[in-house]
């Protein structure tokens, strides 16, 4: 179990462009997760998958947001034409299928719009 | 909307004190979790609550569930260095109480002077 992983790390893009971001989960997790962090608030659920359906999206999620999970194993959150606004830090998680399974967060990725 | 309050935001202990905090919901939950983040880390998940009036302990730290399943705490006995972090709760959205879709308290970041 290597855990959840997410890249990248950082990054710093200007206003108006568009940058793509990779979570890897935990392979036996069918479930996988995006939520986003800013300072000081807890994370806030942005959209979920299982296995490659994406099954729910949050309203925080504009029309700028996609994402994606092609194959049920890696997937990729893009956003479009990007705000200041946008800035934040873009945790992914994975979970098992089974009820109540808990979430497992991966370090996230730390988006700065400038 | 569902809310999950955690109050206050800050707590400072000095090494060896007991600490307890509190998260309450607007909502019935079916469960409850509870998830660490230490300074520039991800979110952590530590355990999950689901009976009526459950406690569980872990080492020193001990986890309560509400018997109206509406509120928890957490207290840490003789808390240590390592205990610093953010502690946040988080509950199932959905009646049905898959936990796909949490929503988080604001979390409350607890640092330890030694």
């Known amino acids: 179990d290597t855990g959840v992983s997410q890249d990248p790390r950082h990054k710093i893009t200007k206003r108006g462009q568009n940058v793509t971001f990779r979570c890897d989960p935990i392979?036996?997790?069918?479930?996988l997760y995006w939520y986003r962090q800013t300072l000081g608030q807890g994370p806030e659920f942005l959209t979920y998958?299982?296995?490659?359906?994406?099954?729910?999206k949050s309203r925080l999620l504009s029309d700028r947001f996609s994402a994606e999970r092609p194959k049920g194993s890696f997937s990729t959150l893009e956003i479009q034409r990007t705000e200041q606004g946008d800035s934040a830090m873009y945790l992914c998680?994975?979970?098992?299928?089974?009820?109540?399974?808990?979430?497992?967060f991966g370090n996230g990725t730390r988006l700065t719009v400038t | 909307g569902q809310q999950v309050m955690q109050i206050p935001q800050y707590q400072h202990v000095q090494e060896g004190e007991d600490f307890t905090t509190y998260c309450n919901s607007s909502?019935?939950?079916?469960?409850i979790q509870w998830y660490k983040q230490r300074p520039g880390g991800h979110p952590v998940f530590l355990i999950q609550?689901?009976?009526?009036?459950e406690v569980k302990k872990q080492k020193r730290l001990t986890f309560q569930f509400g018997e109206a399943k509406k509120n928890s705490s957490l207290h840490i006995t003789a808390t240590q260095t390592t205990d610093v972090g953010t502690y946040f709760c988080?509950?199932?959205?959905?009646?049905?109480?898959?936990?796909?879709?949490?929503?988080f308290g604001k979390g409350i970041l607890l640092t330890v002077n030694p």
């Open positions: 988080a509950g199932p959205r959905d009646s049905g109480g898959s936990n796909y879709k949490l929503t």
């Open positions: 909502t019935t939950l079916s469960n």
């Open positions: 998958f299982q296995n490659e359906a994406q099954l729910e």
């Open positions: 998680a994975s979970s098992l299928t089974s009820y109540n399974s808990p979430l497992h």
């Open positions: 392979s036996e997790h069918n479930r």
């Open positions: 609550l689901v009976k009526s009036g």
